[in-house]
């Protein structure tokens, strides 16, 4: 189900880029998407739903409700408030102890740690050699981490159309053919950079994948920015506009990417 609501998700948003020109095509493509999002919306509440309610302790809807709270509105719907939800928010919230971590490094106590953590600007995630969710840090965050995916396998949170990507680096990295894979990818009009990486001991032992997220808009405008500043140096010091080629091409190296 998760792949066929991405194809539909997917084909919404082709469509929702050409809807300046709704030709007969592009109708029947909609009405096909339609049809689609019908079909995965009977499914849902006369199968999934259904066994939902019938399996789920009142613990795991508790988690879906704190969760859901990291969404936003999705058609105009607003989250309501589970009172009975409300009332257990604090049942896995840890307790802070003032006891030390000493690592090599220095020493922290829980509370700085996780502070420190959640202050670093990076979506972090970690997951152990049994390719078992163990950390993310909190805060808001561009790709959504469920709550209750901790200690759960790593690969359920994954759509199946990466997942045997995600299958293959983990592989690579426990292997030691691999430490470090970066993806680049554009995330609601925003550059983003997704870095997995092997963490291993002193010894080279594979320890498990860190994963960090990270916006790049800022390095995107200081590069502009410094471009812009060389070009303008480049004009006073050889009295030339030769240099405005250093700031047109990748103007125009950017478009052709985009075309």
Not at 111 to 116: H, I, R, S, V
Request: proline fraction near 3%; include cysteine.
């Amino acid at each position: 189900m998760w792949t066929v609501d991405d194809e539909i998700r997917d084909e919404f948003a082709a469509l929702a880029k050409k809807a300046d020109s709704q030709d007969d095509e592009w109708k029947k493509r909609f009405e096909a998407a339609l049809t689609r999002a019908g079909e995965m919306i009977y499914k849902e509440a006369n199968i999934l739903f259904p066994n939902c309610a019938f399996n789920f302790t009142d613990e795991e809807w508790f988690g879906i409700y704190r969760d859901s709270k990291d969404y936003a509105e999705c058609l105009g719907v607003e989250n309501g408030v589970w009172e009975d939800a409300e009332k257990a928010q604090d049942v896995k919230t840890p307790s802070i102890s003032q006891d030390e971590i000493v690592m090599a490094g220095g020493h922290m106590t829980v509370e700085q740690l996780t502070a420190m953590l959640n202050t670093i600007p990076l979506e972090i995630s970690f997951v152990d050699t049994d390719n078992i969710n163990r950390f993310f840090n909190e805060g808001p965050k561009v790709f959504k981490r469920p709550g209750m995916a901790i200690d759960r396998e790593v690969f359920s949170c994954h759509p199946p159309k990466i997942e045997q990507q995600v299958r293959r680096i983990i592989e690579e990295f426990r292997a030691g053919t691999l430490d470090k894979v970066p993806v680049w990818m554009d995330k609601n009009g925003r550059t983003m950079l997704v870095t997995y990486m092997a963490v291993r001991d002193k010894s080279g032992k594979y320890l498990g994948t860190m994963e960090l997220v990270q916006d790049m808009e800022f390095a995107k405008a200081a590069a502009w920015i410094s471009t812009a500043l060389a070009v303008i140096v480049g004009i006073e010091v050889t009295h030339s506009a030769w240099c405005l080629w250093a700031f047109l091409l990748p103007l125009l190296m950017l478009s052709l990417i985009h075309i």
